[in-house]
């Protein structure tokens, strides 16, 4: 008898700025990943931006930089200098290799695939009067391909991109023209790929607004009081898009996303389980909004100790209190370990590291990336949201990024099984043990695609192999990998044959 359900969702992830490319094809705007240039494991990411004087530059807005502002009167741009790599600029190309990427994953036996949609090529400046039809005809094709297979399309209406023009004009989500703009964009999909999408997300990784505000929020300028204010207004708009879903699409479901990671205590000093909680709740505060429809007393006081205000008018926070989300989605790599006890223990790096009091676990193996990897960290994940919003769960980011050989034909990637075999055993304890209603799996990064901390190739994830390098050369022909056979042996059993 199977633990998982029979209509369990299991396949892959992937973002448009990350793996889509063909950025310059048609007539899509540029977003703000469009001008984060290349970096890798020790050379940080650069916002390239140019000033009315013709001054030019690049700063570091993106992750794992603590640099919170562009100079002044800086404003994001494209430049057309060779010392600039953009990644996203052609990514994994999958602009031109929809069909063979859908047709691979769907004999690898997905039945969802999440992909995001770039909302710079629907609406090129993010407010324009009327979308671009040859955005909305691209994904309409890429949805009927995957319907040709049965497949259900997981889509993420923004996955670390803003139509640049808003960042520029705005200062991003900071402001609140950003919320109409994003719901209109919203209808717009439902309405053009009506019977093709039944699922969406609306933020990817909403929590990270704190960790990367040009990233995720297109701030160029980020005090902690306009993160406030962009956090607010993701929140309404979020809300205000599921109302529009709930009132005109009855058939969708909307979900939210979060980024997450059990947090540990390193010793039993109860200092440290205080810790512990704080961190959890830094990130539980976006789910607290989002699936309890209301800004959590613990951070109220916080932003009230520092000052900071919620820019809400009139009416918004009922819009917030009713209009929560269908399900709640995230993502998960690993686990964190804090403590006030730093001189006893290794420091920390990679998934958290920079942060304050993070230290490695010494259970845990990390890959060449300082990520560790926490055979339980699923089963403890599903059990806290389940605890805390008893709704339904979707993993839809979970895997491993490695520098991996391709010889032989193929790549023999053991530690990728390894690593799946152990995550996918967990979830599976948490539905059969805990009784918790997971409503599936996607594995992160099931093609190879740039990285988005380092911006480059060279951290894969996929079970299939991209033959394109850290520049984006290369013939970009398609490989099946070891463990794209070990998963699909695992689906094809429904997550009861791990060997
Ligand atoms: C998640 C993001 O945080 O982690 C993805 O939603 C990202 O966009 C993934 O690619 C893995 O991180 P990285 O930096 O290794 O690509």
Redesign the pocket.
């Given at each position: 008898m199977s633990r998982f359900s029979k209509d369990f969702f299991w396949g892959g992830a992937t973002?448009a700025n990350?793996y889509e490319g063909g950025v310059h094809e048609g007539g899509a705007g540029l977003s703000t990943a469009d001008v984060m240039t290349n970096g890798s494991h020790t050379v940080r990411r650069q916002v390239t931006w140019k000033k009315e004087n013709g001054e030019t530059g690049s700063t570091p807005l993106c992750?794992g930089s603590p640099e919170r502002h562009l100079p002044e009167g800086a404003v994001p741009c494209e430049l057309d200098d060779p010392k600039y790599y953009y990644p996203s600029h052609i990514a994994s190309d999958f602009y031109h290799h929809y069909k063979e990427d859908i047709k691979l994953c769907a004999e690898e036996g997905f039945n969802c695939l999440r992909f995001s949609i770039k909302w710079s090529r629907l609406f090129p400046n993010g407010d324009d009067e009327v979308p671009n039809a040859e955005g909305i005809k691209f994904y309409a094709d890429v949805f009927d391909e995957c319907r040709k297979y049965g497949i259900e399309p997981l889509v993420t209406l923004s996955?670390?991109e803003t139509p640049l023009a808003l960042a520029a004009k705005y200062n991003g989500w900071d402001n609140r023209h950003l919320v109409n703009a994003f719901v209109k964009y919203a209808r717009t999909c439902f309405e053009s790929f009506a019977g093709k999408v039944k699922y969406y997300l609306t933020f990817?990784?909403i929590n990270?607004l704190d960790a990367a505000p040009y990233v995720t929020a297109g701030l160029i300028h980020a005090d902690p009081q306009n993160i406030a204010n962009a956090a607010f207004h993701q929140f309404l708009a979020s809300s205000l898009t599921v109302k529009e879903a709930h009132e005109n699409f009855s058939d969708l479901k909307i979900g939210m996303m979060l980024?997450f990671g059990p947090t540990y205590a390193y010793t039993t000093d109860p200092e440290d389980q205080l810790l512990a909680q704080r961190m959890m709740n830094r990130t539980l505060f976006y789910s607290d909004v989002q699936m309890l429809g209301r800004y959590p007393n613990y951070k109220l006081k916080e932003y009230e100790r520092d000052g900071i205000t919620i820019p809400a008018q009139e009416g918004d926070m009922d819009i917030i209190s009713k209009y929560t989300c269908d399900f709640l989605s995230f993502?998960c790599?690993g686990s964190h370990v804090v403590t006030y006890h730093d001189e006893d223990a290794q420091a920390g790096e990679g998934n958290g590291g920079t942060q304050m009091h993070m230290v490695r676990n010494p259970y845990l193996k990390t890959n060449a990336?300082g990520w560790a990897t926490d055979p339980q960290c699923l089963r403890i994940t599903l059990n806290t949201f389940f605890d805390r919003y008893h709704c339904d769960l979707f993993c839809v980011?979970n895997g491993i990024?490695w520098n991996d050989k391709f010889e032989d034909g193929t790549v023999h990637d053991d530690y990728r099984i390894d690593y799946m075999r152990a995550n996918i055993k967990s979830m599976r304890d948490a539905v059969e043990f805990d009784g918790i209603p997971l409503m599936g799996y996607l594995y992160?990064?099931c093609v190879d695609m740039v990285?988005?901390?380092?911006g480059e190739m060279a951290?894969r994830?996929g079970q299939i192999y991209v033959d394109a390098d850290n520049y984006g050369q290369g013939t970009f022909k398609r490989t099946v990998k070891d463990s794209y056979h070990w998963y699909q042996k695992c689906i094809a059993s429904n997550g009861e044959d791990l060997d």
């Open positions: 973002a990350q992750f996955h670390y990817n990784e990270c980024a993502s790599y990336w980011e990024g992160w990064g990285s988005n901390g380092e951290k994830y």
